[in-house]
């Protein structure tokens, strides 16, 4: 299955802390270390990890970082046929790490780099895998097989609300972990504002809590995931949506997919080390 991921490839430095965090505190440090990460990075390496064939459409900087960055996409046997190195810089994320797992990411406004979309002539793919506050092109739904799925990350919006019809995709993830103290019901409505209606499954992943899958009349399906404990779990929502947009092009049902994703991504990130 060749599945397209139009997502980023960026520089991450994590920092893993001993204590949690504390507001005002200083904290000692466990490790600091500086690896390759991003949405489509990740969700890429999961598809290729689980026996698909990924394709990233996304730009990278032309300096040092971006050179590594570009030779650890290859190592994951991502292709980069689509991939454009025209970005002006590459900025690394702080990504904040406590002992318990979770995560808070640092980051400088626009300094991520824009997507960029390959044009028809790369055309037909199995699926596709859109994690990108860009709009998408009119052409996007060409660039899939009928029938092939359609998976779009709902986008987050610092300071506002989703624009209108940015992401018409049938298909949506959302990560409950990102949307605190906010009903199921509300997400679907940002998921609908976002795709213009066209929503058909909105998939709700909640870290080790259920995962819902959601459509107009509510919540239609609730799956269990896998449990992972004293693992580093950065990333794991990439390479649940990768392993979950190749369960669909494999012709899956959604709840079913969601379970396979689940699984599949328990295994990646218990041999992540090994990679």
Do not use: K
Not at 62 to 90: F, K, M, W
Not at 119 to 126: E, I, L, V, W
Not at 149 to 159: E, K
Request: overall charge negative.
């Amino acid at each position: 299955m060749r599945i397209l991921v139009v997502g980023n490839a960026n520089c991450d430095r994590v920092l893993v802390l001993r204590e949690a965090l504390r507001p005002g505190g200083r904290h000692p440090l466990a490790s600091v270390t500086e690896r390759t990460g991003g949405a489509g990075y990740h969700a890429g390496a999961a598809i290729a990890r689980l026996g698909g064939e990924a394709v990233l459409s996304a730009r990278i900087a032309p300096d040092a970082r971006g050179d590594q960055l570009l030779a650890d996409v290859r190592a994951r046997e991502i292709r980069t046929e689509t991939i454009v190195r025209d970005h002006p810089r590459t900025t690394p994320l702080e990504i904040l790490v406590e002992p318990d797992g979770r995560r808070t990411i640092l980051f400088e406004p626009g300094a991520g780099a824009a997507a960029t979309w390959p044009d028809a002539s790369t055309a037909p793919f199995d699926g596709l895998y859109v994690n990108t506050h860009a709009p998408m092109p009119t052409h996007a739904p060409a660039l899939v097989r009928p029938g092939g799925p359609i998976l779009a990350q709902l986008p987050l919006v610092h300071g506002g609300r989703e624009a209108e019809a940015t992401h018409p995709a049938p298909l949506v993830i959302a990560s409950a972990d990102e949307r605190p103290d906010v009903a199921p019901d509300e997400v679907w409505r940002a998921a609908a504002r976002a795709t213009g209606g066209r929503v058909e499954r909105l998939v709700l992943t909640d870290g080790p809590r259920p995962i819902r899958v959601l459509d107009a009349h509510g919540v239609a399906a609730e799956v269990p995931v896998r449990p992972i404990s004293g693992l580093d779990t950065t990333g794991a929502g990439d390479f649940f949506a990768g392993a979950l947009v190749l369960a669909l092009a494999r012709g899956r049902a959604v709840a079913d997919a969601c379970a396979e994703a689940s699984a599949g991504t328990a295994l990646l990130l218990e041999a992540r080390t090994s990679w």
